[in-house]
């Protein structure tokens, strides 16, 4: 079993910034894919970025330009680096993981069988 637990979320202004963390108990290094992903009151859940074994990224239209996601594997962290908030960003943030036991390594093909409980992140205009 994996716990994924993020810290990092709080209330800004829009055009602030906020980092969040993503604490595993399991080797981030062997995580096929890594995303964050959102979910606003009343709104369907949404794949913010994600970051496969090798490093590669990908991100949502909407937060492309602005979020930067990033894993330091030594400390079994994953990261959301977000700047320029806007108040359409306030959400739940959510950190998934992938730690089936395949081969590839890619998000395309990511099942996230490993969820944190969520930081809310609040950007108020």
């Known amino acids: 079993q994996v716990q994924l637990v993020e810290s990092g979320g709080g209330s800004v202004q829009t055009g602030g910034s906020l980092r969040l963390s993503c604490a595993s108990s399991?080797?981030?290094?062997?995580?096929?894919?890594m995303a964050w992903f959102r979910q606003a009151l009343g709104k369907e859940r949404e794949r913010v970025a994600t970051?496969?074994?090798?490093?590669?990224?990908g991100y949502a239209d909407s937060v492309r330009g602005r979020f930067t996601i990033s894993k330091d594997n030594a400390k079994n962290t994953l990261y959301l680096q977000m700047n320029n908030l806007k108040p359409e960003d306030t959400a739940m943030y959510y950190c998934?993981?992938?730690?089936?036991?395949?081969?590839?390594?890619?998000?395309?093909?990511?099942?996230?069988?490993?969820w944190g409980q969520g930081t809310q992140v609040t950007v108020s205009s």
């Open positions: 970051i496969n074994k090798y490093g590669g990224t």
């Open positions: 399991a080797d981030t290094s062997s995580s096929n894919c």
């Open positions: 998934a993981a992938d730690f089936w036991p395949r081969s590839g390594g890619y998000c395309t093909s990511a099942r996230f069988n490993y």
